[in-house]
């Protein structure tokens, strides 16, 4: 960089280019030969003749003084001058930063602020010292100072969020320990003070201080979990600017699979200087054990996140081996199939059935192959009335002892009828019976059964059976396969079934493992150990994702009668691990709610305010070079006689000519860098959020469709429909966000030309984001466009030249999976092809990445491939507003024959 009075060239390397100058000197002052006459009849061809005069003739002084300017303006345009205030003196600026848990929820639009603070002094004799309020390690907090703009941006670029509270008290001695004068002080931070904020605010209202402050409404919410009792958790949101008495709180696994959403309408509390929510969320029994972390609102932040305990269980479960008949093959015990399919999860415990009661196991399984004394009946039912689980296997040896009156504990407990069904004989139409899908009040929901499972012979229940009996299988035909009853605080668990070929093949199946184990995990009554010691696993970032654990985390000690552990830079949030299992340590049970709303008297809102930018003078420079190369060629072709011009008579055109608008050029240029290139562009909403997430969204789809086709794509571009063209773009995303959307005459105008001209418009419906379900996309654009405004909207299917344009495609998911919509234009021009896609699928949710390269959003269906399916239906809707129906005709047809057989 290279200062000149008030001018700033940008690229100063270039300026030697004009010591060059005397070598081009030569071909500056030339000119053109003139043409020689040559008088001759018109009956001789005088091919051999040859110019009096070869010499070249010299130019006038004022062309040569033209073509100097020319030369010389067009090495400044390469050097890229700026004009503005230069002020020579040294700046010493002071940027502090809050990058702690509240800045998260505003991050993005807070280091736009910065770099665009940075940018306003970059062609001023600056000296940045930058720095956070955050402790990232003992005694240290992340800053830096420089007079060099890159590295000032290269240090902005690297710094984030941490997921703890702030160090002012660290922030002051450091500030204390430069001993330096700064001429400014610029302080990002929220609108929020405690105690240690408002001494350092204080110390620094000493210097020229300018706060710029996010609004309150910004601060992420709190949440936490106070209790959990089975399937029930209770949540506290707290705000600060606001009550929150509506929204959803989502359930994920480890892999940020979305497995539930509860959508909460509470009243709100005023608590102090907080707003509090108790929100209580029943959990279906069947996701129980697979949610590891809940999300308030999908806000990622750290304070909107709360992890789950994993503790193992190390289970004991007993199988009995009272009174084994030695005549019975290990492979015909149903004990066998149960150790065999929990050996690998749980301790297993071979004995009798008296000393595992001894042991005060939880769970006991009995096999078909044993029988219950009298004698231990009474303590059988004491154990279970404690909480303890009996799970018996039935088949012929129960239904034999039944009838012979020595197992009335399990035919008084389940009104066995004592007999087998009979499936394949006595006129039955059916061989076997399948196992009926499991309901939503079952504990085996979702549990897939393999349509192989066979059922031929099972124990059937009287009709007549008591209410208190629960079923939790049945079969297709009503009948119980496995059944419960409650005793106290523990329950007796009957399958219908032995484990045995002639009666079923159940026990030889992985059904059968994720039954017992759905049983087994349900079962409580495992504590766990009063002081652990864990080591960091996973800590949660500034913006509440799981990541590898900061380099400063340490050991942490859980014990259970001791206080919450205390969130900081050696104590991250996050997981923390032994060999018992998992331990969830969140912000939110550390935060102590020691702030509230404050005014800053020096707040600002706009770095425009300070106004420390220059004037780009290479536009202006680039126009004057044009009108000089014009005034050149006509002052050569005038004093030629090539054309005839007077001077005197034509001044008024001359005049025109020279007040050409300077920004000409600058504007074809523009044009010609829209059209010379693909991109996509989309539609800028009055939501922040989904701009971001429609711009992620579509740079990923752009670099997919580079790699995959022979299509360069370029950045997609936001656009507006009032004020921009929309001919430069093949394809423009629109997320419509408020059912009430209007649009103008011109608007509408605007994209109807662009349908009808062959661009393709995808609609995508994002009006109850706070909702899974689907909106109803045909009636809000129905309300937006005059009726009959477009042709009839139809459903988008595998016969469609969209769904073969690349790729063969018989779905078209994003996020979702839901029905598509396609209309297409009557014009001739554009083969009649797709104008408008429309669906509430959330494509560019599923497209977008975040900085490690990871998927942003879970899917909310889970079909197969989603993801991949979801991509290639992005460069096939490219791929067509590009080529049209080219693909429906006919030539196309053998060749797609082919790839669907393949």
């Known amino acids: 960089m290279l200062n000149i009075g008030n001018i700033v060239f940008q690229n100063p390397y270039f300026l030697i280019l004009l010591l060059t100058f005397p070598f081009f000197w030569k071909y500056l002052r030339s000119s053109p030969l003139l043409p020689s006459l040559v008088k001759f009849p018109a009956i001789i061809l005088v091919s051999n003749h040859k110019s009096i005069d070869n010499t070249p003739e010299k130019n ?21 001058p700026k004009f503005g205030k230069i002020n020579h003196s040294k700046f010493e600026q002071l940027v502090i930063i809050d990058n702690s848990w509240t800045s998260s929820a505003n991050w993005n639009d807070r280091k736009s602020k910065i770099k665009e ?89 000493q210097d020229n201080l300018f706060i710029v402050s996010s609004l309150n409404e910004n601060l992420p919410p709190i949440l936490k979990l106070n209790t959990q009792s089975n399937e029930t958790y209770e949540f506290e949101i707290t705000h600060l600017d606001e009550g929150i008495s509506n929204g959803f709180i989502d359930a994920y696994d480890k892999n940020r699979r979305l497995l539930f959403r509860f959508k909460y309408n509470e009243k709100f509390e005023k608590d102090g200087e907080f707003f509090k929510t108790n929100v209580n969320l029943v959990l279906p029994v069947y996701l129980k054990n697979k949610v590891d972390f809940f999300q308030v609102n999908s806000i990622r932040t750290p304070s909107t996140v709360v992890y789950l305990n994993k503790w193992k269980k190390n289970k004991l479960v007993g199988l009995s081996t009272l009174n084994s008949n030695k005549n019975i093959q290990e492979l015909d015990k149903g004990n066998y199939y149960v150790k065999k399919a929990l050996e690998k999860n749980y301790k297993i415990v071979e004995d009798n059935l008296e000393n595992l009661l001894a042991q005060n196991l939880k769970i006991i399984y009995i096999d078909d192959s044993y029988l219950i004394e009298k004698s231990l009946e009474k303590k059988l039912l004491t154990w279970l009335k404690n909480g303890g689980t009996l799970i018996k296997l039935s088949g012929k040896k129960l239904i034999r002892e039944l009838n012979l009156g020595n197992e009335n504990f399990f035919d008084f407990t ?24 499991f309901d939503n009040r079952s504990p085996f929901f979702g549990l897939v059964i393999p349509n192989e499972i066979k059922i031929k012979k099972y124990i059937q229940s009287n009709v007549k059976k008591s209410e208190n009996i629960e079923t939790l299988a049945n079969l297709e035909n009503g009948a119980s396969l496995i059944s419960a009853m409650n005793f106290g605080k523990g329950k007796m668990i009957l399958f219908h079934v032995p484990c045995n070929l002639d009666w079923s093949n159940l026990c030889f199946s992985y059904l059968f493992v994720d039954l017992n184990e759905r049983i087994i995990n349900s079962i409580k009554g495992f504590k766990e150990e009063n002081e652990r010691i864990l080591k960091p696993y996973l800590s949660i970032n500034g913006f509440g994702e799981l990541e590898k654990p900061y380099p400063e985390s340490l050991n942490i000690i859980k014990n259970l009668v001791q206080k919450q552990v205390k969130v900081k830079y050696d104590k991250p949030p996050g997981l923390y691990k032994d060999s018992n299992g998992i331990y969830a340590l969140n912000l939110s049970d550390s935060l102590d709610y020691n702030f509230k709303k404050f005014e800053f008297e020096e707040k600002i809102f706009s770095i425009n305010t300070l106004n420390h930018k220059g004037s780009d003078l290479q536009n202006i420079l680039i126009s004057i070079v044009f009108i000089l190369f014009i005034l050149e060629n006509l002052f050569i072709m005038i004093s030629k006689q090539a ?100 649009l103008d005459e011109n608007e509408i105008k605007k994209i109807n030309n662009y349908t009808k001209n062959g661009g393709l418009l995808i609609i995508d419906c994002k009006t109850q984001l706070n909702n899974i379900l689907p909106d109803d996309c045909l009636k809000i654009f129905r309300n937006i466009f005059p009726l009959n405004f477009f042709s009839k909207f139809k459903v988008l299917n595998n016969s469609h030249a969209i769904s073969k344009s690349f790729y063969l495609l018989n779905s078209f998911p994003g996020r979702r999976n839901n029905k598509v919509f396609v209309t297409s234009n009557e014009s001739q021009k554009s083969d009649k092809g797709a104008s408008i896609v429309l669906s509430n699928n959330h494509w560019t949710d599923s497209w977008a990445l975040n900085k490690d390269k990871d998927f942003l959003f879970p899917l909310l269906d889970n079909i197969e491939n989603q993801r991949t399916l979801s991509f290639r239906f992005g460069l096939n809707l490219l791929i067509h507003s590009l080529t049209g129906n080219y693909k429906t005709d006919q030539v196309h047809v053998p060749e797609i024959l082919k790839r669907i057989e393949d």
Do not use: C
């Open 60 to 80: 006038s002084f004022f062309i040569l003084l033209l073509r100097i300017l020319i030369f010389i303006i067009l090495v400044l345009v390469l050097s890229k």
């Open 117 to 205: 603070l940075l940018k306003s002094y970059k062609f001023s004799n600056f000296n940045f010292t930058i720095m956070s309020t955050t402790q990232h390690s003992k005694n240290d907090i992340l800053n830096v100072t420089t007079n060099n703009y890159e590295e000032a941006k290269e240090f902005l670029h690297k710094l984030k969020p941490f997921p703890w509270e702030p160090n002012y008290e660290l922030v002051k001695k450091n500030l204390k320990n430069k001993e330096k004068n700064f001429d400014s002080v610029f302080w990002f931070t929220e609108s929020i003070i405690n105690i240690e904020k408002k001494k350092l605010y204080e110390f620094l209202k």
């Open 643 to 742: 054309i005839n011009f007077n001077i005197k008579k034509n001044f008024k055109f001359l005049f025109v000519f020279l007040l050409i608008p300077t920004n000409l050029i600058a504007t074809e240029k523009s044009i010609f860098s829209l059209v010379s290139s693909n991109k996509i562009g989309y539609v800028i909403t009055k939501n922040k959020n989904i701009n971001e997430i429609n711009e992620n969204g579509l740079i990923s789809l752009s670099n997919f469709i580079t790699q995959k086709t022979a299509a360069i794509m370029e950045l997609p571009e936001p656009i507006d429909f009032y004020t921009d063209e929309l001919y430069y773009y093949p394809l423009i995303y629109w997320s419509i966000i408020d059912e009430n959307t209007n």
């Open 414 to 437: 389940f009104s066995l009828l004592k007999e087998s069904s009979n499936l394949g004989k006595n006129l039955s139409l059916k061989n076997f019976l399948k196992i009926r899908e």
